[in-house]
């Protein structure tokens, strides 16, 4: 009946599941054989746990059938597959948590801290915390411990999780406990598994918030199995940060200096999936660095060999900015109309177009005797999803992602100015000498990147 009615959409099951199913394995033939009973999507219309909301005695069939039967039938409407039929209020429901503002005291106390010890960032910091009474670190390292790595041309990987994934889990958190109570309503008999419950509540969630993209089907499961895989390479440096900016003070978190229920929440997110045991750095280090100056050797050391970006079209000028003799650019793809990055559901595709990149970087690098390709991301969870393949699949060139350390290249583009930007404004053009940047490139930039050292104090 499935194949009868059309109801298998094998390009989209693809793009949700390709790594459950085993090789050689026909997609239809996993869907109906495993995937249904994993509650997966048969196509972009159907839920099947929404189905199961709506008549939970088709719990005994299979809710696709069930569904098929009524079709067949002429009883099954359109309202059926359509997730408002049941969730209609669920975004007046859940809201997002009230993450405590930071301060102005510590936030005067940030911006003194970051004017007169900005050097400090470029040294090591490790912030240590304790989640059930096991210990914790995570590493910032060095200006000179990684620069030096990339000069003397030992490839290896940098992947982020920053602070807006681990807010994301918490907001699902949130959601979770919003989708269970509303199914004791619903359906108080039906029982669905903790997985069920998980897919659910981010179902839920990438209705509500699609312009999160982490909420995108089965995205966040297969970006756990990597996190919590025994697999993962000493030259792959996993980072997480729980913060949106650096802080001189060793803090976890930058919007306060305590731990509060919603911070501890989180790190026992953090503790979930990686280990004390594991080796976790500190996603800070680009921006750490764009506060003491350093990261102004990237460009240099870029110059040596051949550097793909893969990130958003506004980023497509990196190359000319850097002055790169080799450059090429695979885009990331932003918010559509429909308020959804489509980057996360194009994964996949966009993971052969890197490979596609890199291969040629690599020719290109042997013809011209140059140093190893260093492929540049921005991207956070998207890209570690990518970097996390990518250098599995050939661990020999660079994989970084820089995140928004990017941005300071293109502030004449108001559309990047992000808080943390604005936050040191002088400190970031004068350690990095971008006002003869910018004049290089004959752009004059706006207040606050105009102003004096001394206008910022006041700021």
Not at 59 to 82: F, K, M
Not at 284 to 303: C, H, N, T
Not at 330 to 341: D, G
Not at 356 to 371: F, R, W
């Amino acid at each position: 009946m499935i194949e009868q009615y059309n109801f298998f959409d094998r390009e989209t099951y693809l793009a949700n599941y390709l790594e459950d199913i085993s090789e050689g394995h026909d997609p239809l033939d996993y869907y109906i054989s495993v995937g249904q009973h994993n509650s997966h999507k048969p196509n972009n219309i159907f839920d099947p746990l929404i189905y199961l909301l709506n008549y939970p005695d088709a719990h005994y069939l299979g809710p696709v059938l069930h569904y098929l039967e009524r079709l067949r039938n002429g009883e099954a409407s359109i309202g059926d597959l359509c997730y408002a039929s049941v969730f209609s209020d669920i975004r007046q429901q859940i809201s997002w948590p009230g993450f405590n503002v930071q301060s102005q005291e510590l936030k005067d106390r940030d911006r003194n801290q970051g004017i007169e010890q900005s050097e400090a960032f470029a040294q090591e910091q490790v912030l240590e915390f304790t989640i059930d009474d096991k210990k914790y670190s995570l590493v910032a390292p060095s200006a000179d411990d990684l620069f030096n790595r990339i000069r003397d041309d030992q490839a290896f990987a940098l992947s982020r999780l920053p602070h807006g994934f681990w807010d994301g889990l918490l907001y699902l958190s949130h959601a979770r406990d919003t989708v269970t109570a509303k199914i004791a309503v619903l359906a108080p008999k039906l029982q669905l598994s903790d997985d069920d419950l998980d897919r659910l509540a981010e179902r839920a969630c990438d209705t509500i918030l699609p312009e999160m993209g982490i909420y995108q089907e089965n995205f966040l499961r297969e970006l756990f199995n990597e996190t919590t895989s025994s697999e993962v390479s000493k030259d792959h440096l996993r980072s997480v940060s729980f913060k949106w900016q650096p802080t001189v003070e060793n803090r976890v978190f930058g919007r306060t200096d305590t731990m509060g229920g919603m911070e501890l929440d989180q790190l026992k997110f953090f503790s979930k999936y990686f280990k004390p045991e594991h080796s976790v750095f500190e996603a800070m280090i680009w921006k750490r660095w764009v506060f003491s100056g350093d990261v102004m050797r990237l460009p240099v050391e870029a110059r040596d060999r051949p550097v793909v970006l893969v990130g958003p079209e506004r980023m497509a000028e990196l190359g000319m900015r850097w002055k790169l003799p080799w450059f090429s650019h695979v885009t990331i793809p932003l918010i559509n109309h429909e308020r959804r990055y489509r980057s996360y559901e194009l994964r996949y595709s966009i993971l052969e177009q890197c490979k596609d990149a890199v291969q040629v970087a690599k020719a290109l690098a042997i013809e011209n005797g140059t140093k190893k390709p260093l492929i540049v991301f921005q991207g956070g969870s998207f890209a570690y999803w990518l970097i996390a393949r990518l250098h599995k699949w050939d661990p020999s060139v660079f994989y970084l992602d820089f995140g928004q350390s990017l941005h300071i290249w293109f502030l004449d583009n108001p559309e990047v100015l992000a808080p943390w930007l604005t936050f040191h404004p002088r400190l970031i053009m004068e350690n990095c000498k971008l006002d003869e940047f910018y004049e290089g490139l004959g752009i004059h930039l706006a207040a606050p990147f105009g102003l004096s050292m001394s206008d910022e104090r006041e700021l």
